[in-house]
């Protein structure tokens, strides 16, 4: 029986990694028969694995197409037009939506040959998107943090509490319900909750 790895045809980057010598075919070929049994992406399987570096393969990826390559720790993660993509197509294709300009939306990538990614994001947002190269590990993380739903934002809080709140004689001065401890405060669990997410993240500083 014929080795799988054989009839394995290189195409897109795997090819380019193979003809300019960052992984040797076998291993390219190797990789792609582990990615398709695991169902991820061939450059999440290479970059997770340490096979190779994400910045190399970005790097890489830039001048061969002569697409813009940039460093997503520059962006803040969390105020992306993340709402102009379906979620599901975000996961599927490992695109994120950095922003828009009139009718173009600029998507970031760390795979450039995924057409089928560009058409599909192009036919859900009725937008032009543009390709911007980024680094795979970076861009995986980004994702994530993009897409969280945050448990409840300040304004939240504080609407849910308004009704614990009565003005008092002094037109100036707002008294918490004695029904309430001082802990309940709104703005005390606000506080509580940056403190508590900057411990689980192991955030060095808070800025306020």
Same mark, same amino acid.
């Given at each position: 029986? =014929?080795?799988?790895?054989?009839?394995?045809?290189?195409?897109?980057? $795997? /090819? &380019?990694?193979?003809?300019?010598?960052?992984?040797?075919?076998?291993?390219?070929?190797?990789?792609?028969?582990? =990615?398709?049994?695991?169902?991820?992406?061939?450059?999440?399987?290479?970059? /997770?694995?340490?096979?190779?570096?994400?910045?190399?393969?970005? &790097?890489?990826?830039?001048? *061969?197409?002569?697409? +813009?390559?940039?460093?997503?720790? =520059?962006?803040?993660?969390?105020?992306? +037009?993340?709402?102009?993509?379906? *979620?599901?197509?975000?996961?599927?294709?490992? $695109?994120? +939506?950095?922003?828009?300009?009139?009718?173009?939306?600029? &998507?970031?990538?760390?795979?450039?040959?995924?057409?089928? =990614?560009?058409?599909?994001?192009?036919?859900?947002?009725?937008?032009?998107? !543009?390709?911007?190269?980024?680094? !795979?590990?970076?861009?995986?993380?980004?994702? *994530?943090?993009?897409? !969280?739903? +945050?448990?409840?934002?300040?304004?939240?809080?504080?609407?849910?509490?308004? *009704?614990?709140?009565?003005?008092?004689?002094? !037109?100036?001065?707002?008294?918490?319900?004695?029904?309430?401890?001082?802990?309940?405060?709104?703005?005390?669990?606000?506080?509580?909750?940056?403190?508590?997410?900057?411990?689980?993240?192991?955030? /060095?500083?808070?800025?306020?």
């Amino acid at each position: 029986m =014929a080795d799988d790895t054989i009839e394995i045809q290189l195409r897109g980057l $795997a /090819s &380019i990694l193979a003809r300019d010598g960052l992984l040797s075919e076998a291993t390219i070929k190797e990789s792609i028969k582990e =990615a398709r049994e695991r169902k991820v992406r061939l450059i999440s399987y290479l970059v /997770s694995n340490k096979l190779v570096v994400g910045k190399a393969v970005a &790097i890489k990826a830039s001048k *061969e197409f002569g697409l +813009p390559l940039l460093d997503l720790e =520059a962006m803040d993660w969390h105020n992306l +037009p993340i709402k102009l993509i379906d *979620e599901k197509l975000i996961r599927k294709h490992n $695109a994120l +939506p950095l922003y828009a300009r009139g009718k173009t939306l600029f &998507i970031a990538m760390s795979d450039p040959t995924n057409h089928q =990614a560009v058409e599909d994001i192009k036919f859900q947002s009725l937008m032009r998107p !543009e390709i911007i190269l980024v680094e !795979e590990d970076k861009l995986g993380r980004a994702i *994530e943090i993009a897409l !969280e739903k +945050p448990e409840a934002s300040m304004m939240d809080m504080l609407d849910s509490d308004l *009704e614990n709140l009565d003005i008092a004689a002094d !037109e100036n001065a707002i008294v918490v319900d004695n029904n309430s401890e001082i802990d309940e405060a709104p703005i005390v669990r606000f506080c509580n909750k940056i403190l508590l997410d900057a411990v689980k993240k192991g955030a /060095s500083d808070i800025h306020f």
